[in-house]
């Protein structure tokens, strides 16, 4: 790698370290409830974010293409160190919510533009072969990073109640040192406003009325003229919804069902992040026998098979089940990454493509959060989980079916894609063959 690329890779590992390292996470429920607040208005605020997240997604993707994904990252650490300061500010209803709308805006900004930017700054310095493992490991320094720190909330709010959003604060802050840190790049996508993103480079483009609808429609147009970016995208929403739901909203009711008592809970997601860690770091580890898009689908279901085996398994089953759970999810999330990055076409709007991405599985987490909360009123969380596995068999049999059909084409690639995982993990940078896989095809 160039010096430049060791750059970028390390500002990025400790930009995304430093920006999610939410302290508040473990304890936010009991922090509200101790402020006065409800659980309806708890869990309330929690759905009008989700719904802020889609829409604040539309913009913000426009606006990272439009002033350049370095100045979209350091924006979101600006507005994130903000919303952590919220709570310390008015411990209230209106306190909280204006904390989780800032987070939503917060995050919105950065959830295109930090994987648009380390993928064009490899790909400018021709180094983009790294990018896989790079997304991996720091998506694994992140969770390592909980997994230290998730522990310590409860000592720290002994001594200052406030502690876990100060420093949640903090870390955003220093998210922030690392984004100012972050060297411009020689590609569209990282110009500071000066023809960023467009889909032919116009400079000064970013400043013309009506710029954000015109690279919206790019995107939508990218989108529609390439049905393997859309069935790329479509095959990520079964791994982002069955993570996020499992992981978040069901955590505690399976654990709960199972008689593991709230004091083990912490336990219980620090073995689970240690093994999400573990495989974000090591995409390599797949077998070269399968191509990436085969072991995104196997991933899936062995996510969904893991739910249902949630239902039939005893306490220490249940730890174990999930511990695979988030494993396998580790595993997945960088290759899938790679893949929607790789299939977007040269010169499209890279940040607003991948802000669609992520409003389509935050849309779909949305409608199964709702789902999920009638199940568990109904007291049925063990149908929940096997009607989840189910839909997601079906969903991914489609997938399947619309790939082998031949109706939607897949662009061919200068290596196989089990090649270049595997050229992650020797270290040589270079696909099987000694060529360069060419950044601006899509794979």
Request: proline share 5%; glycine share 10%.
């Amino acid at each position: 790698m160039t010096d430049t690329a060791r750059r970028i890779i390390r500002l990025n590992y400790g930009f995304q370290l430093l920006f999610n390292l939410l302290w508040w996470m473990p304890v936010f429920y009991a922090y509200q409830k101790a402020a006065g607040l409800s659980d309806g208005q708890i869990f309330g605020i929690q759905s009008i974010y989700y719904v802020a997240f889609c829409l604040f997604e539309i913009p913000t993707g426009l606006i990272a293409d439009r002033i350049g994904t370095r100045n979209c990252l350091r924006a979101g650490a600006v507005v994130m160190t903000a919303a952590n300061l919220a709570p310390v500010l008015s411990a209230s209803y209106t306190g909280f919510l204006l904390h989780f709308l800032a987070i939503a805006a917060g995050r919105s900004l950065t959830s295109g533009a930090a994987s648009a930017y380390l993928y064009d700054g490899l790909r400018a310095e021709k180094c983009d072969e790294h990018y896989l493992k790079a997304e991996g490991t720091a998506r694994a320094l992140g969770l390592a990073a909980k997994v230290v720190c998730w522990p310590l909330v409860g000592p720290l709010m002994a001594l200052a109640h406030t502690a876990p959003y100060v420093l949640s604060a903090a870390s955003a802050a220093g998210s922030l040192a690392c984004a100012v840190a972050l060297p411009r790049l020689t590609v569209p996508g990282d110009g500071d406003g000066a023809g960023a993103g467009t889909a032919g480079g116009r400079a000064g483009g970013g400043r013309r009325r009506g710029a954000f609808l015109r690279d919206a429609g790019s995107a939508l147009r990218c989108v529609a003229s390439s049905p393997w970016l859309a069935l790329v995208m479509m095959q990520g929403v079964a791994v982002f919804t069955l993570s996020r739901i499992c992981q978040v909203n069901l955590f505690q009711p399976i654990l709960l069902d199972h008689g593991i008592g709230e004091s083990s809970h912490g336990g219980v997601l620090a073995a689970m992040t240690v093994a999400e860690a573990v495989a974000s770091a090591r995409p390599q580890w797949l077998s070269r026998r399968l191509t990436p898009v085969a072991w995104v689908s196997v991933l899936s279901l062995a996510l969904a098979g893991t739910l249902a085996g949630l239902t039939l398994g005893g306490p220490w089953a249940v730890v174990a089940l999930l511990c695979l759970f988030a494993a396998a999810t580790g595993f997945a999330y960088p290759v899938q990454r790679k893949l929607v990055n790789d299939a977007v076409p040269a010169h499209a709007p890279r940040a607003t493509l991948l802000s669609v991405e992520s409003i389509v599985d935050r849309a779909v987490c949305a409608l199964a959060a709702v789902a999920a909360g009638a199940y568990l009123s109904a007291g049925r969380l063990d149908a929940l989980l096997w009607h989840s596995a189910l839909a997601t068999a079906v969903l991914l049999g489609v997938f399947q079916l619309v790939l082998r059909s031949g109706v939607v084409k897949r662009p061919s690639d200068r290596t196989a894609p089990g090649v270049r995982l595997d050229a992650v993990a020797d270290g040589a940078g270079r696909p099987a063959g000694g060529g360069r896989r060419q950044a601006d095809t899509p794979s």
